[in-house]
């Protein structure tokens, strides 16, 4: 895979109040190749920028957490057709579940839906998107990112029953989770879901 680029120390991240946080370095998995955001900066949009530039190419990650949310993008460069190059945002929802599954305690009820929402306990804990060079379905993509945002914390000042259809993942048994362990197992776990996707896909095909 083409793109990589290498490691750097993690910056602080802050909380919404301004106080600094601070983060353990992912392990991800190889053969990506992660870096993390800048404080304050828009992952979807600076991935999408650094995509467009081949600043970020096929298995970069970028990530980060603004200490309410973990948004991570994997860049990709698919040999399908954005039609189909789509699914990979149902086999990151499903990276999602099962990195989550491997984490919380095991009575929590983790889920995917079709609309790329992720859900804890029956409650909203994030969402998949998907950005890509083209809006054509039958064009090649130069590059597709795949996207994830998970809540961790709870907005300061808000309480669990002023939101009830919202789930964050420190409220559901993932107190002691790290933003940076999450993003690295569901790193893992797309890998895993990758290839069981293209094994799928080849026995279609056969």
């Not at 601070?22 to 392990?27: C, G, K």
């Not at 190419?57 to 948004?71: C, N, S, T, V, Y």
């Amino acid at each position: 895979m083409s793109g990589r680029l290498p490691e750097r120390a993690a910056p602080e991240a802050c909380h919404a109040s301004g106080a600094p946080l601070e983060l353990e370095t992912a392990d991800f998995p190889p053969p990506f190749s992660a870096r993390m955001a800048l404080p304050g900066e828009d992952v979807r949009r600076a991935a999408i920028r650094a995509a467009r530039t081949g600043e970020l190419g096929a298995a970069d990650i970028l990530w980060g957490f603004d200490g309410l949310k973990l948004e991570m993008v994997i860049v990709l460069e698919p040999d399908e057709p954005l039609e189909k190059a789509r699914e990979m945002g149902d086999v990151l929802a499903r990276a999602a579940t099962d990195a989550l599954a491997s984490l919380l305690p095991p009575q929590v009820a983790i889920s995917a839906g079709g609309d790329g929402a992720v859900t804890i306990n029956g409650g909203m804990a994030g969402r998949v998107f998907l950005d890509a060079s083209t809006d054509e379905p039958c064009e090649v993509p130069v590059w597709l990112n795949a996207g994830l945002t998970l809540h961790i914390h709870r907005e300061e000042g808000l309480e669990g029953g002023q939101a009830p259809q919202e789930a964050v993942v420190s409220e559901e048994g993932g107190g002691r989770i790290s933003p940076a362990t999450l993003a690295a197992e569901a790193a893992r776990h797309f890998l895993l879901r990758l290839d069981e996707w293209r094994n799928d896909n080849a026995r279609i095909s056969s």
